[in-house]
């Protein structure tokens, strides 16, 4: 009896997804500090022959307070994992030489960021470039000739050394005012000084690095979520294809990025591939015969939330043509089969981000896998490979058989630290929602449950708001940080939410308050009644950027539920917020306009017209770079509760943006608001 008890476990343990209880009494509860110290798996590349897999592994270094990045292999069967680089520099953005023997990647370990190469049979790496310039987004030709790779340069300057120079020029003034005519004057994160990243082509054999972007004022990639995967060589390695927004002074409210291809040794300008679409146009991906050119396309222009389609367009010439016109889901990641004849893609499904395959020539969707978040799929003979993360386990790598479904783990990194921390259990429920429709929400529950106990609830809010509190493991805000504290973790993926159909997220346009409250309302009461070991008594609600919004609107229209609230980086006066922030096309989408052509579209449900209703005790975080939701926001926050003498605290870092990246800034968010829920709910 013990030993089949003993061996079902084990089997539970090693399952995606398992909601095995563990041993209280070799745990201990889930916190921040087990959330840093999880190794986080990235950037997967399979070797030529599918036998070997690079990846990047990123260990947080708690006293250089920051992560750092070394290449590791594995088999594609899971055998022989072992570390490639070990130098105390950060290594990253691994991609194989055609010939299989070797790797080139980037690292700082020369004092700035450039390409090196290492054989994978053992051997010292070599540097191969020595830019005046970081180099990063690293791309390798089809047959080896080439490598590509971006820098920030001034446009109209020639060439890197030219960059150089004015950035020297500009360091040794002694006056520091910029001018500007015009916008973005900063973005994200970052004031922006009029360079741009521009895309360059060297011969791997060495040579001067070729800008084929040369003159134009546009980015690639995209800034600041794009990647080398928006890049791409030609087939026959003579052109390079990119994704950029060249739109001149409309960028703030446009969304018009296109497909370029230029030839590799700059002898022509580039050409705009998808000048006819003026929505987004990126992720162009080559099929393994050559003859197609896959991409990723919105249709509607000024809108970031629209459904992604898949297009192929017949490589050299042809008309392209929507393959995934009949499929209600927004692909992010796709590969090939390597017979051309399939496509493997990852989308946001019901909670999920699942894997489905989609035959060309019947356009039929199957779903592969459903559960957890999928990430990076790469053919491997039958089998596609591919990362995944839930919400009790961070990234590793799987794959699966295309033929039977059979799913193998190729590695297991954290799963020592995973025993280790005590987490919660999951779940998934649906409820009826704003106007009866169905409303998915996922509840955590406490780490060492006890179904005798009653337990406070932390009700976790997500941003976007076109976004998804789904089935992942979030290294920000992680429920499994409160489960640890003896919480119960409550997340609605309310209308507006991604993965339920382009409907469902379109129907948050114009209604910030309206539809996602309700949603909001309705699911923690269906939550509260499925589950009686809940405190409804002891509800805290919690919500970043478009939650932070959420938050302030609960303050002033749902003021008498919650013990307390916690606001990131929330806008308070949704007009003044347009005026604040850079990527105007997003206010200008969602609130139907201008604030001058359309006011009431800004003031229906601006929470700054209800803080005379404001009552409930807040905690407010915000980030002095967060160049999205000005601070201004947050502190404009602070003040109203304060004068209306609200029991509040304010939370502000000075060398953070939109997100809480350092890891001693993290530990101090998460024990900051632990301690915030503690005081007012236990």
Known sequence: MYKSILLLSLICLSAPGCLAAQNPEQTHPFSVHDMLAMDRLSDPQISPDGKLIAFVLRKTDLEANKGRTDLWLVGTDGSGLRQLTTHPDSDFNPRWSPDGKSIYFISSRSGSSQLWQIPIDGGEARQVTEELLDVGNLIVGPDGKQLAFTMEVFPD???????????????????TGR????????????WKDGRRSHLFVMPTSGGKAIDVMQGMDADTPSKPFG?????TFTPDGLGIIFAARDVGPEEPWSTDFDL????????????????????????????????????????????????????????????????TEKWDRSPSSFCFSEDSQTIYATATNLGQVSLFSIDIKTRDVKTLVKDGTI???????????????NLRSPTELFSIAVDDGDIRRI???????????????????????WNDETVYCYVVKPAGFDSG???????????????????????????????????????????????????????????????????????????????????????????????????????GNWPDRFGCLVNHDGNLDERMAYFDTEELWFPEWDHLGTPWDNPEGYQKHNPANFVRNWKTPMLVIHGAMDFRVADTQGLGTFNAL???????????????????????NSILWHETVIDWLDQWLK
Not at 179 to 190: A, G, L, N, Q
Not at 227 to 231: A, L, S, V
Not at 642 to 659: A, G, M, N, T, V
Request: proline fraction near 8%; hydrophobic fraction near 35%.
């Open 642 to 664: 304060q004068r209306r003498s609200i029991p509040s605290k304010l939370l502000y870092f000075p060398d953070e943006s939109h997100w809480v990246l350092k890891p001693a």
């Open 227 to 231: 990647g080398p995967e928006e890049i």
């Open 375 to 389: 990430g990076s799929p790469s053919a491997s003979g039958e089998r596609i490979v591919y990362t995944m993360n």
């Open 179 to 190: 001018i500007y005519e015009k916008i973005f004057v900063r973005h994200w994160d970052t």
């Open 453 to 555: 106990k009653k337990y406070p609830v932390a009700f976790l809010i997500h941003g976007g708001p076109q976004g998804s509190f789904g089935n992942m493991f979030h290294y920000r805000w992680n429920p499994q940080a409160y489960a640890g504290a003896g919480y119960a973790a409550v997340m609605v993926d309310f209308h507006g939410s991604t993965g339920y159909g382009q409907q469902f997220c379109d129907s948050i346009r114009g209604d910030w308050g309206g539809k996602p409250l309700e949603d909001l309302q309705k699911g923690l009461a269906a939550a509260l009644e499925r589950y009686p070991w809940m405190d409804g008594e002891k509800v805290g609600a919690l919500g970043a950027s478009f939650g932070g919004y959420m938050i302030n609107w609960i303050e």
């Open 157 to 175: 300057c020639n060439g890197p050394a030219a960059t150089k120079k004015r950035l020297d020029e500009i360091e040794q003034k002694k006056a």
């Open 260 to 323: 370029y291809i230029a030839p590799v040794d700059g002898s022509a300008p580039p050409v705009c591939l998808t000048e006819d679409n003026k929505a987004w146009d990126t992720n162009p991906v080559f099929s393994p015969d050559g003859k197609t050119l896959a991409y990723l396309a919105m249709a509607r222009p000024g809108y970031e939330s629209d459904r992604f389609q898949i297009v192929l367009r017949p490589w050299p010439q042809g008309q392209p043509k929507i393959l």
């Open 411 to 433: 590695t297991d990194i954290n799963k020592d630290k995973i025993t280790a921390a005590g987490m919660g259990d999951y779940e998934q429920f649906t409820f009826n929602g």
